[in-house]
C-alpha cells in the first residue's frame, strides 16, 4: 500500500513549489459541511458550503453560506448568507450545494430549499437558485425552479426534488438540473431542466432532460464546455443495478441523447448509493470519475472516453489498496488529469491525490494531501494559476488549500 509522503518532504515541497497553508473558510464555532468551488477569470476564489442548526427541524434546518477570496485563498471576506430564510435550505456531502461563474463575474448558486404550497402552507423540499451581481456580497433573484407538487398533505411532505446541479458557460448560459421522483416507476426518477439564456435574470419553464431510468438518490453533476453540456448521473438498470453513465447534449434547452455507461463493473444494489458521477473534459477526451461499487475490491474508480463520450474504456481504480476509497473529484491542470478522493488506508479518513499523465490509462500512486491531523472527506477540485485550488470537510469545518502545479503532489 503506498505509504504517504514525510512530513520534512512535504514541508520543502511547499517552500519550494509556492503552495499555500490550509485556509478555514466556515465560520467559527460552526459544523459546516457540503462544500463546492468555483474560481473565477481574475483568479478570485468561491466558495459555498452547510452548516447545520443545532435546533434542525424538518425538512431542512441548516444555513448556505458564500465567501470569496481575492488574495489566493489566504484569507476570506466576510462569509454572506445566500437562503434568506434562516434553516431554509437542505445539503449533506452527497447533496451538496453548487457554485458557478458567470459573465462579468456573476456568481450563480443552486441549492435544495425548502420551499411551501401557497394553497396549503406545506413544506417541501424544492430546487432553489440565487445569484450575485457584486461579487458575493448580497445574493438576489431568489427562485424555485421545480413546480409545486401536486396533492400536498402535512402528513406526506415531499423530498422529491432534492439531488440537483448547476453549470454556467460563461457566455449568459445557466444549466440547472435536479432528479425528480413523483413522475417515476419502479423507484426511478427522471431529470428535470431549468435554462437561462441571460445570466440567471430569467429561466425558460422547467422541461424534461432524461425521462426515465434515472437513480432517485444519486446527486447529477454538470459541466459546460466548448458549446456542450456534459452530465453525469446513475441510471437505473433492468437487472437492478445503479452504474455512472455520461450524457451529453448541446448547451441549449433539449433533451440529452442517450446516456452512455462508464468503464465500471456492473453494481446490483437495492439501495440509495448516494454516489456522484463527475465529468472532466480534454478536447475530444471526457473522463468519469464515481463509486465502482461492482468492482472485485469497490473504490474510487476513474474511466475515460476518447470520442466524445461515446463510448468509455474499463475504470481504473484509484487506491486499490484502502480499505475505504470514495468520492472522487476530477481537474484538468494542463496535460495533467488529477484525482482527488478520500479514504480510509490503514487509519482515519484522509483526502489523496493522485496524477495521469496518459489520459487516464494509469495513475501515479496515491500521496495524502497534508491536511491538519483529524478526518478529511470530500474534496472539491478548481484549476488556478497553474495549480490546483483544494476544498474539502476537515471535521466540522470547511477548509481550502491552493497546491502549486510543481508541487511533488502533483507530480
Same mark, same amino acid.
Given at each position: 500500500?503506498?505509504?504517504?509522503? %514525510?512530513?520534512?518532504?512535504?514541508?520543502?515541497?511547499?517552500?519550494?513549489?509556492?503552495?499555500?497553508?490550509?485556509?478555514?473558510?466556515?465560520?467559527?464555532?460552526?459544523?459546516?459541511?457540503?462544500?463546492?468551488?468555483?474560481?473565477?477569470?481574475?483568479?478570485?476564489?468561491?466558495?459555498?458550503?452547510?452548516?447545520?442548526?443545532?435546533?434542525?427541524?424538518?425538512?431542512?434546518?441548516?444555513?448556505?453560506?458564500?465567501?470569496?477570496? %481575492?488574495?489566493?485563498?489566504?484569507?476570506?471576506?466576510? !462569509?454572506?448568507?445566500?437562503?434568506?430564510?434562516?434553516?431554509? *435550505?437542505?445539503?449533506?456531502?452527497? *447533496?451538496?450545494?453548487?457554485?458557478?461563474?458567470?459573465?462579468?463575474?456573476?456568481?450563480?448558486?443552486?441549492?435544495?430549499?425548502?420551499?411551501?404550497? !401557497?394553497?396549503?402552507?406545506?413544506?417541501?423540499?424544492? !430546487?432553489?437558485?440565487?445569484?450575485? %451581481?457584486?461579487?458575493?456580497?448580497?445574493?438576489g433573484d431568489h427562485r424555485v425552479l421545480g413546480g409545486i407538487p401536486a396533492g400536498l398533505t402535512a402528513d406526506d411532505p415531499a423530498n422529491g426534488e432534492s439531488?440537483?446541479?448547476?453549470?454556467?458557460?460563461?457566455?449568459?448560459?445557466?444549466?440547472?438540473?435536479?432528479?425528480?421522483?413523483?413522475?417515476?416507476?419502479?423507484?426511478?426518477?427522471?431529470?428535470?431542466?431549468?435554462?437561462?439564456?441571460?445570466?440567471?435574470?430569467s429561466f425558460m419553464p422547467p422541461a424534461i432532460a432524461l425521462a426515465t431510468d434515472v437513480c432517485p438518490c444519486c446527486q447529477p453533476t454538470a459541466l459546460a464546455?466548448?458549446?456542450?453540456?456534459?452530465l453525469g448521473t446513475r441510471l437505473l438498470g433492468d437487472a437492478g443495478t445503479r452504474d455512472s453513465a455520461v450524457a451529453v447534449a448541446p448547451a441549449a434547452p433539449?433533451?440529452?441523447?442517450?446516456?452512455?455507461?462508464?468503464?465500471?463493473?456492473?453494481?446490483?444494489?437495492?439501495?440509495?448509493?448516494?454516489?456522484?458521477?463527475?465529468?472532466?473534459?480534454?478536447?475530444?477526451?471526457?473522463?468519469?470519475?464515481?463509486?465502482?461499487?461492482?468492482?472485485?475490491?469497490?473504490?474510487?474508480?476513474?474511466?475515460?472516453?476518447?470520442?466524445?463520450?461515446?463510448?468509455?474504456? !474499463?475504470?481504473?481504480?484509484?487506491?486499490?489498496?484502502?480499505?475505504?476509497?470514495?468520492?472522487?473529484?476530477?481537474?484538468?491542470?494542463?496535460?495533467?488529469?488529477?484525482?482527488?478522493?478520500?479514504?480510509?488506508?490503514?487509519?482515519?479518513?484522509?483526502?489523496?491525490?493522485?496524477?495521469?499523465?496518459?489520459?487516464?490509462?494509469?495513475?501515479? *500512486?496515491?500521496?495524502?494531501?497534508?491536511?491538519?491531523?483529524?478526518?478529511?472527506?470530500?474534496?472539491?477540485?478548481?484549476?488556478?494559476?497553474?495549480?490546483?485550488?483544494?476544498?474539502?470537510?476537515?471535521?466540522?469545518?470547511?477548509? %481550502?488549500?491552493?497546491?502549486?502545479?510543481?508541487?511533488?503532489?502533483?507530480?
Open positions: 500500500m503506498p505509504m504517504p509522503r %514525510t512530513a520534512a518532504l512535504l514541508m520543502l515541497g511547499w517552500m519550494a513549489a509556492a503552495s499555500a497553508a490550509p485556509t478555514t473558510v466556515s465560520r467559527p464555532g460552526s459544523k459546516a459541511t457540503a462544500a463546492d468551488l468555483a474560481v473565477g477569470r481574475d483568479g478570485s476564489i468561491h466558495l459555498v458550503w452547510i452548516e447545520r442548526r443545532a435546533s434542525a427541524g424538518p425538512p431542512a434546518g441548516a444555513d448556505l453560506w458564500f465567501a470569496r477570496s %481575492t488574495d489566493g485563498g489566504r484569507s476570506f471576506g466576510t !462569509p454572506a448568507q445566500v437562503n434568506v430564510e434562516p434553516g431554509s *435550505a437542505w445539503g449533506f456531502p452527497v *447533496a451538496r450545494p453548487r457554485v458557478s461563474l458567470g459573465r462579468r463575474g456573476v456568481v450563480h448558486v443552486f441549492y435544495a430549499g425548502q420551499a411551501s404550497d !401557497p394553497a396549503s402552507g406545506v413544506l417541501f423540499v424544492a !430546487p432553489r437558485y440565487a445569484r450575485s %451581481t457584486d461579487d458575493g456580497q448580497r445574493f439531488f440537483g446541479t448547476l453549470a454556467a458557460d460563461g457566455r449568459g448560459g445557466v444549466f440547472a438540473y435536479w432528479v425528480e421522483t413523483r413522475a417515476g416507476a419502479g423507484g426511478a426518477g427522471r431529470l428535470m431542466a431549468a435554462v437561462s439564456g441571460d445570466d440567471g435574470a464546455a466548448d458549446g456542450r453540456i456534459y433539449q433533451p440529452f441523447a442517450a446516456r452512455v455507461r462508464w468503464g465500471g463493473s456492473p453494481w446490483p444494489i437495492d439501495a440509495c448509493p448516494m454516489k456522484q458521477t463527475v465529468v472532466v473534459v480534454d478536447g475530444r477526451r471526457v473522463y468519469a470519475a464515481s463509486f465502482d461499487g461492482g468492482a472485485e475490491r469497490p473504490g474510487a474508480a476513474v474511466s475515460r472516453s476518447e470520442d466524445g463520450g461515446g463510448s468509455f474504456a !474499463p475504470a481504473v481504480p484509484l487506491h486499490p489498496g484502502a480499505d475505504v476509497a470514495d468520492a472522487p473529484a476530477l481537474a484538468m491542470l494542463g496535460r495533467r488529469l488529477v484525482a482527488a478522493w478520500h479514504a480510509k488506508a490503514g487509519g482515519e479518513r484522509r483526502v489523496f491525490l493522485a496524477v495521469s499523465r496518459d489520459h487516464g490509462r494509469s495513475f501515479a *500512486a496515491p500521496v495524502e494531501l497534508p491536511a491538519p491531523p483529524g478526518p478529511a472527506s470530500y474534496p472539491a477540485l478548481a484549476v488556478r494559476d497553474g495549480g490546483l485550488q483544494v476544498a474539502w470537510q476537515q471535521g466540522d469545518t470547511v477548509v %481550502t488549500q491552493y497546491i502549486d502545479g510543481a508541487d511533488p503532489l502533483l507530480r
